[in-house]
């Protein structure tokens, strides 16, 4: 009975890049849950919510975290800037 973790789906998580559409945001799981396999699995539910809404592409940014979303598969798209000037990697991954 304890949230453990979370995360989002936004239909735009990149105000340069509107074409893109929906977004992973927002994953967080809980420093003493962590290694735990929780935040692939909530990834995975994601990405079957995503389906069932029609999309075949769900993408992602991250300024920190590259070599984790590598490790299950996404696709680094490129590097750009966000709307403050951060520096920040965006990816995608087929939802099939």
Not at 52 to 74: M, N, P, Q, V
Request: aromatic share 12%; no cysteine.
């Amino acid at each position: 009975n304890e949230s453990v973790g979370t995360v989002s789906i936004f239909e735009n998580d990149l105000k340069s890049q509107n074409e893109l559409k929906p977004w992973l945001a927002s994953l967080y799981v809980s420093p003493s849950f962590r290694g735990k396999g929780i935040a692939e699995e909530l990834i995975n539910q994601a990405k079957a919510i995503v389906k069932s809404l029609g999309y075949e592409i769900l993408y992602l940014r991250t300024e920190h975290t590259s070599e984790y979303y590598r490790k299950l598969g996404w696709e680094f798209l490129h590097r750009t800037l966000d709307e403050k000037g951060q520096d920040t990697e965006v990816f995608r991954v087929l939802v099939k």
